[in-house]
């Protein structure tokens, strides 16, 4: 039996080669692919870490300058894995840091810090 965890890792790689094949000719993600990609899949996650004051666009644009280690213009599977990693992180510690949920806030308050 598949556990969540295991259809949702899955699901990263058939998401990430439904992008990348945009462009027959290599199997990576380009700025225009990986932007669409973040858009129509992980627009709550896009939300929850934007940083205060940026544009959504100027943010996925960061994300990928910062995912393109080699500065190759385009991401490569482990490179893609890395900015989802990012996401969840900053996702992760988000709801750590905004409040207490009785007060308005959205954290999640168990306590603990990373």
Do not use: C
Request: without cysteine; negative net charge.
């Amino acid at each position: 039996m598949t556990t969540e965890l295991e259809k949702s890792l899955e699901d990263a790689v058939n998401t990430y080669h439904r992008y990348a094949i945009k462009d027959p000719q290599d199997d990576y993600l380009h700025k225009k692919e990986f932007k669409l990609l973040l858009k129509e899949n992980v627009q709550q996650f896009l939300r929850d870490t934007l940083p205060y004051g940026m544009k959504e666009d100027a943010y996925i644009d960061k994300l990928f300058t910062d995912a393109d280690k080699d500065s190759s213009g385009y991401l490569k599977f482990t490179e893609f894995l890395h900015t989802l990693a990012l996401l969840a992180i900053n996702a992760h510690d988000n709801s750590h840091n905004t409040g207490d949920p009785d007060r308005g806030g959205r954290g999640h308050g168990h306590g603990h810090s990373h």
